[in-house]
């Protein structure tokens, strides 16, 4: 196993690291709050010379992804990087990697949206995000930003993937915290990363159309082999990771599970906040409480054979929304209730709405969910309507 150097570094600058260690060869981006950080590093780096790329400098988010889009399509290994209103800007063109399968690799320092305006961290711009057709995934600090990112260019660029690519990473939490963390070797990464040969490059002395114009005799089959081949993306995932593992001693998967032995209840959550949950579930496993925690790693392809594995045990899920789908509760929990949906359980589920625009989500706020969680699903058996209750929040 490589050995690597035990590093202090900002998670801004460690998703960098990873882009520099892939040898990407053109990013475009724009800066937007708190994402700025990554795309000054990588600046920096072509500037000194220690990454051989192209730096595309665009007057939007929207131009930044369609200098990506036209970047994959000529064979270029492709970074970009944004944030809540900066996503929404590029959302449009989003859409075109993956329905032309272009492998670019981007990473969200997720933010929330306006208005009232707020740089701060919460999972809105993710959650808007949901149906783009992106391989996403999710980090809870500053080693899993880089591991990831690194994961992220192997799995984009298998030839039997091609699909974009996308890591989210809290904003501020992570983008502006220095942590420690494992740096590995340059040589170590380039290894675990082949060389980029896009199998479909755009060729002057060959030239196709790509995106052509689908009137419905055609549409409907080219999107049902899209959402195939996505599906079936999930196996290079697990095996990317596996390999991840076996090269780098840190291991990843769709769902992963915290103290959940003889859990009868669990938190469900995502990102950042997840290791803040673990010492809620410590403090309580300390009280007697048989809790548990489960994260949820991969955000698309959807894992649902892990996550009813995960829960197969449990009387009470609770799950902890950073994001509001307006009329509706927490959007993660609506996922979560979709996919459990089949199993016809008698699992009880209860959400929470918490952390949206920044605001902390200390421990006693995740115990505060486990503990008063069965007085709610009580209330929703007796036929109450119960909305889902925001926590923290002045009434």
């Known amino acids: ?12 600058f460690a998703v960098a690291e990873a882009v520099r260690m892939a040898n990407a060869d053109v990013i475009s981006a724009y800066p937007i709050t708190p994402q700025t950080h990554i795309v000054e590093r990588l600046a920096e780096m072509i500037a000194d010379g220690e990454l051989n790329a192209e730096f595309i400098c665009v007057e939007s988010e929207h131009s930044a992804m369609s200098a990506c889009v036209g970047a994959s399509a000529a064979g270029a290994r492709v970074f970009t990087c944004s944030a809540g209103q900066g996503l929404e800007l590029m959302h449009e063109v989003l859409y075109i990697p993956a ?20 740089v701060w961290c919460d999972h809105s711009d993710a959650m808007a995000l949901r149906d783009i057709g992106w391989i996403q995934m999710f980090a809870e600090n500053n080693q899993q930003a880089f591991d990831l990112t690194v994961c992220a260019f ?16 809290d904003g501020f939490y992570l ?26 490059a755009l060729d002057p002395e060959n030239p196709v159309s790509m995106g052509c114009y689908a009137p419905p005799f055609i549409y409907p089959e080219a999107k049902k082999a899209q959402e195939v081949d996505f599906e079936n993306a999930k196996s290079t995932i697990l095996e990317t990771w596996k390999e991840f593992g076996e090269t780098f001693g840190r291991s990843y998967a769709p769902v992963e599970t915290y103290r959940m032995g003889d859990a009868s209840s669990a938190l469900l959550t995502m990102g950042s906040s997840s290791e803040t949950a673990m010492l809620a579930v410590d403090e309580l496993r300390a009280e007697g409480k048989d ?24 009387e009470l899920l609770v799950v902890m929304d950073r994001a509001i789908s307006f009329g509706m509760g927490g959007p993660v929990t609506s996922e979560v209730k979709s996919a459990l949906y089949d199993m016809r359980t008698n699992l009880k589920i209860v959400e929470f709405i918490a952390g949206i625009g920044g605001r902390d989500i200390p421990i006693e706020d995740f115990k505060y969910m486990l503990t008063h969680a069965p007085e709610r699903a009580n209330a929703v058996e007796r036929g109450e309507d119960i909305a889902a209750r925001m926590i923290g929040v002045r009434e």
């Open 291 to 314: 809790v548990g925690l489960i994260r949820l790693r991969l955000w698309r392809p959807f894992p649902f054979a892990e996550l009813r594995e995960a829960v197969k045990d449990l």
């Open 1 to 12: 196993m490589p050995e690597g150097k035990r590093v202090g570094l900002e998670g801004s």
């Open 154 to 169: 192997k799995i984009a660029e298998d030839k039997d993937v091609l699909f974009p690519t996308m890591v989210h990473i």
């Open 99 to 118: 329905s032309m399968r272009l492998p670019v690799v981007a990473v969200a320092a997720n933010r929330a949206l306006s208005a009232p305006l707020s």
């Open 175 to 200: 983008s502006h915290v220095i942590e420690d963390m494992v740096l590995p070797e340059d040589e170590a990464v380039v290894n675990f990363i082949p060389d980029f040969a896009y199998p479909f």
